[in-house]
């Protein structure tokens, strides 16, 4: 008997652009993605999470401060605070800090230009949900596109929390970190694009990876749903 697919939402905000990219991807990868609305104060019965990027909002104020306030955020704060697994991509990892769910802030990059390329990536933790189908060390190629990707940790950031670091610095991020992880390990933010790196027709398949890693590490609580 085939494993059930996990149910892995992606959330739509006004300003979203990459929602369809991560349904996509995640469908992809034997996911059932369910797409979410930002209006929506409760989840629906959900395995996973997404917020995807774009420019909520309109990136108005600050990135991510106004989509903090959504009726969505409040509930996938509590989605995550349960434990539930939750992956933020460039303004949802923006948001995600606004939130509170993840550590430090992103600011203006250092050029104070938009930049949109690929990068390369350096796996520094192998034991995520979000990264087990990887290798510590292990480098990615994964698209940027922002002009807010300028990561700065508190002073107290754990090392470990880091999860993901650039080869080299495309924006002026802190120690060149390009996503890290919350304390308990189940939420993950980054500013790389993986939707936009899941098929070798787009130049690189690498960020298969993370969101393959997302379905695993999803499926056992879908499997206990269904049992």
Not at 56 to 77: E, K, M, N, Q, W
Not at 94 to 104: D, F, H, S, V
Request: net charge negative.
């Amino acid at each position: 008997m085939a494993s059930p697919q996990p149910r892995i939402g992606v959330v739509t905000y006004p300003g979203s652009q990459d929602d369809r990219d991560a349904l996509w991807a995640l469908s992809a990868n034997d996911a059932q993605a369910v797409p979410v609305w930002h209006e929506d104060g409760e989840l629906p019965d959900l395995d996973a999470v997404v917020v995807p990027g774009g420019f909520s909002y309109g990136d108005y104020l600050r990135c991510g401060a106004i989509a903090r306030f959504s009726p969505v955020t409040a509930a996938i704060v509590e989605f995550a605070n349960g434990g539930g697994l939750v992956l933020g991509i460039c303004n949802g990892f923006q948001i995600l800090c606004e939130a509170g769910l993840l550590p430090g802030a992103l600011l203006r990059n250092a050029s104070l230009r938009f930049v949109c390329r690929d990068v390369e990536l350096v796996v520094e933790r192998d034991d995520t949900p979000f990264t087990a189908r990887c290798v510590a060390g292990q480098r990615l190629v994964i698209p940027i596109k922002h002009g807010d990707g300028r990561y700065v940790p508190p002073a107290d950031l754990d090392p470990s929390q880091v999860v993901f670091r650039y080869l080299e610095d495309c924006n002026g991020s802190v120690d060149d970190i390009a996503g890290v992880c919350n304390e308990a390990g189940n939420v993950v933010g980054l500013m790389p694009h993986p939707e936009h790196a899941v098929d070798p027709l787009l130049g690189s398949a690498d960020g298969a990876l993370i969101f393959a890693s997302l379905v695993d590490a999803s499926r056992p609580r879908a499997e206990s749903a269904v049992g």
